[in-house]
């Protein structure tokens, strides 16, 4: 029997409004990879800006020749041969690894629909117990101005068997959650509340909030009171010392080096 290949490569940079950012527009790149056999896999990055994502796409298309005519069950040997081709522009990041992230979910996704395997099985489970579901999270923005709304939204998620839910602040919409510490610190006691003692409850500082110092160390601590499981970036990610200071006022989980691109961050 003839052994199976990869025969095409392409990307899709796609723009939509996203309903969990008040209908912002978001842009992403998408990664069809077909095997000879006419098996197809999907992969996608979150590109987030026009030219990132023509950039990305660019670049998986100038990757096609490193990918077509391999096999698409060595998904591993062909993401090392194409960490060899991009050396120059994916040290430490760029838009390369958005490109590699793309392809890499794509050739797992190639790589499971022919053997028939799931991703859990292909990676390898850690026991032989059958894996009928998955915990999951929630991973949301609040929009309303009336945060009784949200907690309300929120405690449903958990009802509806969601692990927790991570809420953005900074973000677009009326909700301005993350500017006024007495404002936030009820309404995370509110969310414990309706959501119940055992909810993961994480909160994600945007981007465009400014903390100091002081206002990291009064928000997480008022939270940690109300079971916080973790905070994520409270400083940019470059401010270690900051990291390491807060650290010394919580036992709150601190989540950081969302923009590195490796294991070395």
Avoid: C
């Avoid at 209908?23 to 790149?29: E, K």
């Avoid at 958990?158 to 009820?186: C, H, Q, S, T």
């Avoid at 309706?194 to 981007?207: E, H, T, V």
């Amino acid at each position: 029997m003839m052994s199976v290949k990869i025969s095409k490569v392409e990307a899709f940079p796609v723009k939509y409004q996203e309903p969990n950012d008040s209908m912002a527009w978001r842009y992403l790149t998408f990664v069809r990879i077909t095997a000879s056999d006419g098996t197809v896999g999907w992969g996608e990055a979150i590109t987030q800006f026009p030219g990132s994502t023509k950039g990305t796409a660019a670049i998986i298309e100038d990757l096609a020749d490193v990918i077509i005519g391999k096999d698409p069950l060595h998904n591993l040997g062909i993401w090392r041969d194409i960490r060899k081709q991009t050396w120059w522009y994916t040290y430490r990041g760029g838009l390369g690894h958005f490109a590699l992230s793309a392809i890499d979910i794509a050739l797992w996704d190639l790589r499971g629909k022919i053997t028939g395997q799931s991703l859990i099985e292909m990676i390898g489970k850690r026991d032989s117990q059958e894996v009928t579901e998955i915990p999951v999270l929630a991973s949301t923005h609040v929009f309303n101005a009336n945060l009784d709304v949200e907690v309300e939204r929120h405690a449903r998620y958990v009802k509806e068997g969601y692990l927790g839910f991570k809420i953005g602040m900074g973000k677009r919409g009326d909700a301005r959650v993350g500017y006024e510490l007495e404002r936030d610190v009820n309404f995370v006691r509110d969310l414990r509340q309706a959501a119940g003692p055992d909810a993961w409850i994480m909160m994600d500082r945007g981007q465009s909030l400014n903390w100091t110092f002081e206002d990291a160390v009064k928000r997480v601590s008022a939270w940690e009171e109300y079971g916080l499981k973790w905070v994520e970036e409270p400083f940019e990610p470059w401010e270690y010392e900051q990291f390491k200071r807060l650290r010394n006022h919580t036992k709150v989980l601190i989540a950081g080096s969302e923009r590195e691109w490796d294991y070395r961050g």
